[in-house]
């Protein structure tokens, strides 16, 4: 079957997007989606105490967002915007760059009391050197900015800092957040434990692409954004006492799917521990080999995450449980509601 991006496409009003995160986390809505009968449920991310079973596992990506936008100019006196996308090293970073003209390689751009050089192009990314020996830390630390989604119409505040980042977040490396695990505050997660829930970590470093256009014609020949990921034995041994122990393996977001099905498609079923890149673009009719429930936002029209989702839960159940969520106002995308689909 030829599936285009235009056969996940669906209205979404601006007022839904949701513009500023809730005052609580755990303040959220969440739609319940049964993936078998199409049912859906008005519930509040808090029913996760009710729904949630002992014995299941959360998986959770632990990325940290880096404060990866930063304004400058180039010596010569123009303006440059430069988004970090990836650390390379210590003091070297790939980083997309906006300038009235595109910079050279030796071209010097001041931030503050900081200099960065940049030293090569490769295609829409360039790399830079930090000048002087400054560190990266002290750089974003100064001048860093949240790097909010473009659907977000406003300035990154103070407040960002903390509330576009999950409470478990502890590797450094994500300029987008894993957004479904914004949901869950301290209280939450303590809750769930005394439940009897476990949890475990992967760590998927969302990259720029998680906001790439795909492009007109047939998904099966269009390949992903690169994204590293981390998936470690912990995990992988955590997933198969749940799975023999008749547990349900629940991704917390389309970051923690993607981890954890890279790992199973690395080791040809069972998971193994991984470490490297992922290109992995999930469609409907495309095989779930761990996940057995979904925790995650409401996804842009056309994405390749609402792709997953529909992947997971089919096609015209989600469209009908994103038209009940616009119906209902729900809000979407970063800062929005959830989706329980089990």
Request: net charge negative; with cysteine.
């Amino acid at each position: 079957m030829v599936m285009d991006k235009t056969d996940f496409d669906y209205a979404l009003p601006e007022a839904r997007i949701a513009q500023a995160p809730l005052a609580e986390r755990r303040a959220s809505r969440m739609l319940c989606v049964d993936r078998t009968s199409g049912a859906l449920a008005d519930r509040r991310i808090v029913d996760l105490l009710d729904l949630l079973e002992a014995g299941d596992l959360l998986v959770f990506n632990d990325t940290r967002v880096l404060a990866a936008r930063l304004y400058g100019h180039k010596t010569t006196g123009g303006a440059v915007e430069i988004m970090l996308e990836r650390i390379l090293a210590a003091e070297r970073i790939s980083a997309k760059i906006r300038a009235n003209k595109p910079p050279r390689p030796g071209t010097r751009i001041i931030i503050g009391g900081f200099t960065l050089e940049v030293t090569a192009r490769h295609g829409e990314l360039y790399h830079l050197a930090i000048a002087d020996a400054a560190s990266l830390d002290a750089l974003l630390g100064a001048h860093g900015h949240m790097p909010l989604p473009p659907y977000i119409r406003r300035d990154d505040q103070a407040s960002d800092r903390t509330r576009y980042q999950t409470v478990w977040a502890r590797h450094d490396g994500a300029v987008a957040a894993p957004t479904a695990g914004l949901h869950f505050d301290e209280t939450l997660l303590a809750g769930l434990a005394e439940r009897g829930v476990a949890f475990g970590y992967v760590t998927l470093h969302v990259g720029s692409g998680t906001y790439q256009r795909l492009r007109e014609g047939d998904l099966a020949g269009q390949r992903l954004h690169a994204e590293r990921v981390f998936v470690d034995a912990d995990v992988c041994d955590a997933v198969a006492r749940t799975k023999a122990a008749g547990g349900r393996v629940i991704a917390v977001g389309t970051t923690a799917i993607r981890s954890l099905e890279t790992a199973a498609r690395a080791g040809g079923g069972p998971m193994v521990p991984y470490a490297d890149e992922t290109e992995l673009f999930i469609k409907p009719g495309d095989p779930f080999h761990v996940v057995d429930g979904v925790i995650t936002n409401f996804h842009e029209p056309q994405s390749s995450l609402l792709m997953l989702i529909a992947a997971f839960a089919g096609r015209e159940s989600v469209l009908a449980a994103y038209a009940h969520a616009i119906a209902c106002e729900y809000r979407f995308l970063s800062y929005g509601d959830a989706m329980f689909i089990r």
